[in-house]
């Protein structure tokens, strides 16, 4: 277990299941990528160029009309739907 | 140990546009599930998102109207949390780059201002709805069911600076913001269909204490007597427990609108358990000057202005405030009725008090088409000029409510024209005096009270035609000389 970081914690946001093993090795890895992102902050910028914009796409946001537009029928909205019931989906209960 | 509260307010608006926030499915109020639905609000793979210009609009308005510095390079950003109304596994929402920052709104609380400071406008989407099946308790549910009809509907997402110190004023603020959405015409602003929806961030903390206390989150509050409610409970839940010496645990509780308490739903997330980061789906969002002035062409006279404009008639603030937060039709009455009779109280009143009074009595929810608002000026007028009773005047608003008529026309046809004729009325009066001598001989020997029992024949006699001032003054002077 890493001192920065709980693995369980992360395995349980991401909602994923982690072996002992796993836990260990992927401790170790993210360890590593902290390390290396947290160099990070050692650089010294001044204001402007703190306010970092990156992004992957080098393009402006276009916007859409608000216009409907139609798009899948019910029956075809549900149609890959394990289970439903009443025109709804239905899923493992899920209750927090 | 002197406490005292702080309040935060997280509100989320549904905004009205035709289509959701990042497809261009129809905004539907239905509940036929399932029905406007696409691979974009559904989250099927591959599917991409294009923001609704006019949703961008409405919280570029929302946030210029809250006096909101606006973030002209913002950026979406992916809010991940797995919860099955939530197809995509995660929300588009705003994190570091929100559409407003640092606003203030004006709030009204009887004749005092207040002002409440708003941390950020941002822009999200809305999720999906779901349903828990199987008997008895929630947590017992052997199935959810979703209807993703609502899964990206355009939400504002406005979160005050916890400056908030009773539940009083986070009533007044949730008042005024809902108002505000409605005279913006970004929104509905019905709580009832969760077009406004809020969380409060309460703590509590000795009086000169420069830090605040651990913040718990309140979470389903349906509507403003709710709010209220649960401030209130939370407050005091927090304040015994320091007072016992018991440490106040940073969670997320839920308001049972039933028993009247909050309860532990989960503990508190921290930003960091939503793994925020910017949605490579989206390219950032440019606000260029251009927009925001066409925007800004678009602003409607706010409340806060509207209860200084209605204050120049002559009402007070707290009649302004009322006012200002009335349906559209009211406030455009009473702005004519007083531009005809320049008496500011009288018509306030008449609209406020007599004629809604009067349609939530009878069920009416609309004005009848041959309503016209000339005719509470012709009702103040009648009674100013003492033509009419202030009782023959609510007869005549009755008659009006329910026939196509005029109020000239029903105090003819009724006979509610007061007799000013001090003639006449000493005629009646001397006719009364010769019915009632055992009453004029008590008056005669002091007991002056009793003239107001003889009024009270008079006007029975005449139908309530005489100027009760008049008879009561004539009586006097011919019984006491």
Known sequence: ?96 | MSLKPTIGIETHIELNTNTKMFCRCAVVDTDEPNISLCPTCIGLPGALPVPNKKAIEFITLLALSTGCEITSKGMFHRKNYFYPDLPKNYQISQFDLPVGLNGELEIVIDENKDYIQIERVHMEEDTGKSSHSGSGRIESATSTALDFNRSGVPLVEIVTKPVISSSKQAVAYIEELRQLSIDLNISEGRLEKGNLRFDANISVAPEDSTELGTKVEIKNMNSLRSLERAIDYEIQRQTKALEDGVEIVQETRHWDENKEVTSTMRSKEGSADYRYFSDPDLPNMFLSDQFIKEVETLMPLLPKAQREELMTTGLSLSQSNILSKSDDWIKKMYVKVFDQTKDSVASYNWITGELQGQMRKANIEVLPEWFNDDYLSEIIELIKSNKISFTSAKIILTEILTTETTPSKVAEQKNLFQENDSEKISEMINQIIKENQDIVDRIKSGEDKLVGFLVGQLMKQSNGSVNPGMAKELLFKELKG
Request: aromatic share 4%.
């Open chain 1, 1 to 96: 277990m890493s001192n920065e970081f709980n693995i369980k914690n992360i395995a349980k946001l991401a909602s994923i299941n982690l072996s002992e093993e796993e836990q260990d090795s992927l401790s170790n890895d993210l360890s590593i990528i902290l390390e290396h992102v947290n160099a990070l902050s050692d650089l010294k910028l001044n204001s402007q160029q703190q306010e970092i914009f990156i992004h992957p796409l080098e393009k402006e946001l276009e916007l859409q009309e608000d216009e409907v537009v139609e798009s899948l029928t019910h029956d075809e909205a549900i149609s890959n739907a394990p289970e439903s019931k009443d025109g709804k989906f239905v899923v493992p209960p899920s209750m927090e």
